[in-house]
């Protein structure tokens, strides 16, 4: 690695900006100088470039690049900023690393968030005011980029009526969500799939509705079944029994 001149200089200036602040106290003991490049945007518009140096866990200057110059927050830490900002070098340095956050956070933000796959719900939730006693929700979660498409399927064939859907929701954190809604009424056999497609998959995902069976409809199937059981058990026991009838032997007796 290859230091320049200038930053050589620059690094002399704030190794007398802390010695300076050394100075200032004599039980100073800890010293700290933190960069911060921080922006929201994918384009780098908003990128702002902080630099802040601490003494005893004490902030005592800063730069910010949206202020374009340093700022201190003790009387002899503002002398030093006034100073520091008076320097045409310094104040280019630092406007060369501002541009170098602006520029680095494009292709940070591309590198780190090319594509995020989205993870999936299904849900089934009643219908309020709807002609359909049902709906289910396909929900699809934190996914980068924005664009992406949900579909609905019925037995394979698109559904395109009774169908609602959210706009990408931001998260906030870069990521989005969406949520679309079907509404239906069941059919006996019938198929039901949400079909998602995203540039972070290779081909579109699909994920089947499996309905939860009703309490009371468990309940019933698993008397049926006990039913069944019991007649099955009852049909065995005749067939043994007659089985052993027909082949019991009689003895005669003779008298004397």
């Given at each position: 690695m290859?230091?320049?001149?200038?930053?050589?200089?620059?690094?002399?200036?704030?190794i007398?900006m802390?010695?300076?602040?050394?100075a200032?106290?004599?039980?100073?003991?800890?010293?700290?100088?933190?960069?911060?490049?921080?922006?929201?945007?994918?384009?780098?518009h908003?990128?702002?470039?902080?630099?802040?140096?601490?003494?005893?866990?004490?902030?005592?200057?800063?730069?910010?690049?949206?202020?374009?110059?340093?700022?201190?927050?003790?009387?002899?830490?503002?002398?030093?900023?006034?100073?520091?900002?008076?320097?045409?070098?310094?104040?280019?340095?630092?406007?060369?690393?501002?541009r170098?956050c602006?520029?680095?956070?494009?292709?940070?933000?591309?590198?780190?968030?090319?594509?995020?796959?989205?993870?999936?719900?299904?849900?089934?939730?009643?219908?309020?005011?709807?002609?359909?006693?049902?709906?289910?929700?396909?929900?699809?979660?934190?996914?980068?980029?924005?664009?992406?498409?949900?579909?609905?399927?019925?037995?394979?064939?698109?559904?395109?009526?009774?169908?609602?859907?959210?706009?990408?929701?931001?998260?906030?954190?870069?990521?989005?969500?969406?949520?679309?809604?079907?509404?239906?009424?069941?059919?006996?056999?019938?198929?039901?799939?949400?079909?998602?497609?995203?540039?972070?998959?290779?081909?579109?995902?699909?994920?089947?509705?499996?309905?939860?069976?009703?309490p009371?409809?468990?309940?019933?199937?698993?008397?049926?079944?006990?039913?069944?059981?019991?007649?099955?058990?009852?049909?065995?026991?005749?067939?043994?029994?007659?089985?052993?009838?027909?082949?019991?032997?009689?003895?005669?007796?003779t008298?004397?």
């Amino acid at each position: 690695m290859t230091i320049s001149s200038s930053d050589m200089k620059h690094s002399a200036v704030i190794i007398l900006m802390l010695n300076t602040f050394s100075a200032f106290s004599e039980s100073a003991l800890y010293g700290q100088f933190l960069g911060h490049c921080q922006f929201s945007s994918n384009d780098g518009h908003d990128a702002v470039y902080l630099e802040q140096y601490y003494f005893n866990k004490m902030l005592l200057a800063q730069y910010n690049s949206t202020l374009g110059k340093m700022v201190g927050y003790t009387k002899k830490a503002m002398k030093v900023a006034d100073t520091l900002n008076k320097n045409q070098e310094f104040v280019t340095h630092e406007k060369w690393k501002t541009r170098l956050c602006k520029e680095n956070s494009q292709l940070l933000y591309k590198g780190l968030l090319n594509s995020v796959e989205p993870y999936v719900r299904l849900r089934s939730v009643k219908a309020a005011s709807s002609t359909h006693p049902a709906m289910l929700i396909c929900s699809v979660y934190n996914f980068y980029p924005k664009q992406i498409k949900v579909t609905w399927l019925r037995d394979g064939k698109e559904v395109t009526s009774d169908v609602t859907s959210t706009e990408e929701l931001s998260n906030g954190n870069w990521l989005y969500q969406i949520h679309s809604h079907l509404e239906y009424t069941p059919r006996f056999g019938e198929k039901i799939t949400c079909r998602v497609e995203h540039a972070s998959l290779t081909k579109p995902k699909f994920y089947d509705w499996e309905p939860v069976p009703d309490p009371g409809t468990q309940k019933i199937t698993i008397g049926i079944v006990g039913l069944l059981l019991g007649l099955v058990f009852l049909v065995a026991g005749l067939i043994y029994y007659k089985k052993k009838s027909a082949v019991r032997v009689m003895v005669p007796t003779t008298e004397l």
